[in-house]
């Protein structure tokens, strides 16, 4: 029964209006958006925001892309830094992943935050005892907290599992422990489903980025089912995983595996019109990119960030589906005007 009401007021959404509170734009700023790999929609889609969103504040931004390749990642923050740029903005780099670099871009006076990311003094991304970020992105009062915020994206989509199998699905977690905004998504996942005292995860798989370039993912996906043939769903952590891996790997899925999508972008929505998999948890990772160029404006101009407003809203075949099929989900809130109304630039 709480599964079924948490998906039901999943339906609803959470995300909310952006904080109107007056936050002029700061002024001739140039900043670096390094970007774990534009070749993903997961990457892409904010990275994309994040250049509109300062493009619309005045601010020149240039996109560093690491191309699926850790390994770039220091370097690009280098890059950065020997560009002179007032602020970076890493998506899905974690702190202690460039911790040195960072610590030397802080040592030039440029500021940090992030997308998709999590500090230093995060228990499971460096452990350290403080932070390098200068702000980290609002998501209201009652999430203070960006460890249990991000478990609890992962909570809604098990509620949904829990209520769409009757609380006895056989689940298949598919993870990448590359990032650590997915460590705390399958927590959040795994301790509902564990919680349920009916459905369970059977099993957990992990894949990395590079399984994306190299196309194993796939096979690594054919013999967890092959391992696994009792499994009723399967979780993805992100919509290349799912539209990649997952959907081929089921081909025509004589067992009638379910599937729960990553982001929600518009490939995993094609692939609910389809049939191919049954739901997803849709963010707009366009909001966040303008979110964080809001939260590097209030650190220039030396305020606290305030609530973005962001939250995610479920999506499946008789739920928020975009009429568009090249569409992503976008919640109905004009967060782009709301932010420009906030900066004093139109």
């Not at 997308?115 to 702000?135: H, I, Q, R, S, V």
């Not at 959040?188 to 369970?200: E, K, L, N």
């Not at 891996?245 to 982001?263: D, Q, R």
């Amino acid at each position: 029964k709480a599964a079924i009401a948490a998906t039901t007021a999943g339906y609803t959404g959470t995300s909310t209006k952006v904080n109107g509170t007056s936050r002029p734009a700061a002024k001739n700023k140039t900043i670096a958006i390094i970007s774990a790999g534009q070749g993903a929609d997961s990457n892409a889609v904010p990275v994309m925001g994040a250049t509109e969103a300062a493009a619309a504040i005045g601010w020149k931004a240039t996109i560093y892309d690491a191309k699926l390749n850790p390994s770039n990642y220091a370097g690009l923050v280098d890059q950065a830094i020997a560009a002179h740029v007032n602020g970076i903005i890493l998506d899905a780099i974690d702190c202690q992943k460039v911790q040195g670099p960072l610590e030397q871009a802080k040592k030039a006076g440029i500021k940090i935050t992030a997308m998709y990311a999590f500090d230093c003094n995060d228990p499971n991304a460096g452990n350290e005892k403080t932070g390098l970020f200068d702000g980290i992105t609002n998501y209201g009062a009652k999430n203070s907290n960006l460890d249990t915020f991000t478990e609890s994206y992962g909570a809604d989509q098990a509620d949904y599992v829990i209520a769409k199998s009757d609380n006895q699905a056989k689940i298949i977690v598919v993870q990448d422990t590359e990032f650590t905004v997915l460590y705390y998504t399958a927590k959040g996942f795994d301790d509902t489903i564990a919680a349920s005292h009916g459905s369970q995860v059977i099993a957990t798989l992990d894949i990395t980025q590079e399984d994306l370039v190299d196309g194993n993912i796939v096979p690594k996906i054919k013999a967890e089912l092959l391992r696994y043939p009792q499994a009723t769903w399967i979780k993805s952590p992100y919509t290349y995983a799912t539209t990649l891996g997952i959907v081929p790997a089921l081909g025509t899925n004589p067992n009638h595996v379910s599937v729960m999508g990553g982001e929600g972008f518009h490939d995993e929505m094609d692939d609910i019109r389809q049939g191919k998999i049954g739901a997803t948890n849709a963010i707009s990772s366009d909001w966040t990119g303008w979110a964080a160029v809001d939260t590097l404006n209030s650190v220039f101009n030396h305020t606290k960030p305030v609530d973005s407003g962001i939250g995610w809203t479920l999506v499946d075949a008789t739920h928020n589906l975009p009429s568009d099929p090249n569409a992503n989900y976008e919640p109905p809130i004009n967060y782009q005007a709301q932010y420009k109304k906030a900066w004093g630039v139109g």
